[in-house]
DNA sequence: CCGAGTTCACACTGTTCA
DNA sequence: TGAACAGTGTGAACTCGG
């Protein structure tokens, strides 16, 4: 095993000095021993002998050495064709484009391999608890209502043209407005989503629209976590400028504590979902004395409680015992009172803000900051889509 | 004198994150605050929108951040047209090219400035040898007939366009007809700059064609020399490809004599005007008994021996004493000696290149390789452009 | 692993403008 | 005159297909 320092395999093996400046080669390049940077010149130069003039400033006969291989590129290109580099290895336009091509089309297949993997593992998932005494396996019903949750969501926001990365320019000059107006079509398409969901979609037009006003903060919060802005380092740019510091510092914290669940595919979606069923709590109080009025108050209970109890048998069948799950849903309701807070609070900067609240697009500044009465109105609730639907 | 980082000058400012990626930034480019790399990309990209197709393979909402803006270019340009980069503050090819011109412009400008303190200091030092005993002053008027014949060569080589560089791309493809078709142009100035001496003319429009076309070879050889492509590498190719490695010798140790006489701005156009008088020599002997006739030789001597004349007075000027200027002239007569051999060497060459030289562009063909009797056809006369000067 | 390619930090040139 | 900002060239470090 006794290795040979000419042809062992070691890194710091010696090829022999490059044939055209004598510095350290890195192998044949276009034919020749050369070193790394008479590569790069010669594939930059040989193209363009005929474009560029090549001229030496001494007689023809610079010395082409380490050091002074950058004096006369005339001598030092040259050199590299005396040498015998050949220009025909370098790839012309149309074969690299040709390369270009076969690695993107490469890319695309083993992304598509690699989503198809992930997608595979989370049904194994499901079932992997099967045959273990703790996790309780999913129904073939469940599991057909959760995958068609993941793929509905995944197929609204993954449509080409949908998301065409209207994010974060706003920065430093955010203001309320421009930050919320940025996410205009990511609300629309999340609007779409709820559409597709039957429970929601059956319930009175002005149920729907009223529920996603009055959630509308938690619902838009958890999206943006699942959309994974919320760590776009820009997004929290114009966190701080639109609400401040301490406010940004807030609903950081919010997203920090949803971080937990975005391990999975599809828990915060159905939590979103669950979310978008429940009643007003408490927004809003400040000078409505009664709660929102629905017209099918007993639809959206029916429907919360299909959702939650579909979150429990995933949970149960995701976690290894009940107990575990327990836990976890009480984890949940914690991050879930935080998430109000920081919702409030949002609100309540947005009532001090009604210069900006002005310039928000209407669709979202009815859904912000509905005048009490507007929460009754119709105007805009056609906009929102939901008429139109199935 | 306490420096604020922040608004200190010193190299190492920090200036604030890229718009585009975070990296550090360098400055404002195209019209917003980025790294070097968002710079490059943005020059690189935001050209060939049109042409090439940026596509993201994401949702369109990938972060441009320092580890991952190489990830999705679509993603990375939309950002930086978000972030407000201005295409138009691209170059565009024209603009390019009016700003190389301009540059080209300058650099010209400042070397003729430099030539002209150099001609300036040579001028003075012809008068500082004035009070000594050794060399003689000009007088005034050789002093501007000298000053003359450099600004009418500078000027005629050193217009825009006239000589834009067809050299060298030859190299090993080099044969006779490339080899010397790629000089048309410069020859074509050469004759505009004799067109431009007074003497010369004056001529019977047959004798100047004559005489161009006997003495073609030094003539060219000089020129080239003047114009410093003799040193040039691919110059030297192209004369080994189209000359063979003995012919190329040959010419090349006579650009070597030569360039004894390059330090000075004059001495070399001076010979070639008085070269331009000289009557046929030895050329063509081989088949033609007679020497070539003249219409009016006698202009032809008066014209040569004025400007011999000059040239000794002018090297009395420059030499300290008549001895030194005797020796000058006898190298002087050495080289061209040799200068003539290496001329005949390419005739005879040219002559055995017979399948080439049909290659050659009509003008150059009838003056380097005419047939005997075309020593007197009117043919490619005009096409000197003798006949309609002044 | 090899040898194509690309990217980009860095160094530099040159123009413009205050 | 120097800072700012267009440009270009170099070469180390990287990706990727065979
Ligand atoms: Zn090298
Ligand atoms: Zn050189
Ligand atoms: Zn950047
Ligand atoms: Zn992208």
Redesign the pocket.
Same mark, same amino acid.
């Given at each position: 095993m006794a290795e040979n320092p000419c042809t062992g395999?070691s890194k710091s093996r010696q090829l022999g000095p490059c044939s055209v400046c004598g510095a350290n080669s890195i192998?044949? /390049? &276009?034919?020749v021993l050369t #070193?790394?940077? #008479? @590569?790069? &010149?010669f %594939? !930059? *130069?040989a193209v363009k002998l005929g474009k560029?003039e090549f001229i030496c400033y001494q007689n023809g006969d610079c010395l082409v050495t380490h050091d002074l !291989? %950058?004096m006369c *590129?005339c001598c030092?290109l040259a050199k590299c064709f005396r040498v015998g580099m050949q220009k025909s290895?370098?790839?012309s336009e149309s074969e @690299?484009q040709a !390369? @270009?091509d076969?690695?993107d089309? /490469? !890319?695309r297949k083993r992304e598509e391999r690699k989503l198809m993997r992930h997608t595979e593992k989370i049904r194994l998932s499901l079932n992997a608890y099967s045959s273990e005494k703790g996790p309780k396996a999913l129904s073939p019903f469940d599991q057909m209502i959760l995958t068609n949750i993941f793929n509905i969501y995944e197929r609204a926001y993954s449509q080409k043209g949908v998301e065409p990365f209207t994010n974060a320019p706003v920065l430093k000059h955010a203001t309320v407005d421009t930050f919320f107006n940025d996410s205009e079509r990511r609300v629309r398409v999340l609007f779409d989503f709820f559409k597709l969901i039957p429970e929601f979609n059956k319930l009175p037009i002005m149920d729907r629209a009223r529920l996603v006003r009055t959630n509308f903060g938690p619902l838009f919060h958890m999206n943006e976590s699942i959309l994974n802005r919320s760590s776009h380092e820009n997004f929290i740019f114009s966190l701080q400028a639109a609400f401040g510091e301490i406010g940004a510092l807030e609903v950081r914290i919010s997203f920090e504590r949803e971080r937990e669940y975005s391990y999975d595919p599809i828990l915060l979606k159905l939590i979103m979902i669950i979310w978008c069923f429940s009643l007003g709590m408490n927004k809003y109080t400040y000078n409505i004395d009664t709660s929102v009025i629905y017209e099918d108050t007993l639809a959206i209970f029916a429907s919360e409680s299909v959702y939650v109890e579909l979150l429990w048998r995933y949970l149960l069948s995701r976690l290894p015992s009940t107990e575990y799950t327990v836990k976890f849903f009480n984890s949940f309701v914690l991050n879930v009172l935080w998430l109000q807070r920081t919702c409030l609070s949002v609100d309540r900067f947005m009532l001090k803000s009604e210069r900006n609240v002005k310039n928000i697009v209407p669709l979202l500044q009815c859904i912000i900051c509905p005048s009490p009465d507007s929460l009754y109105a119709t105007e805009h609730t056609s906009d929102m889509n939901f008429g139109n639907v199935q």
């Open positions: 395999t192998g044949i /390049n &276009f034919g #070193c790394m940077a #008479c @590569k790069a &010149f %594939r !930059r *130069n560029t !291989r %950058r *590129n030092r290895s370098i790839l @690299k !390369r @270009k076969l690695v089309q /490469n !890319r």
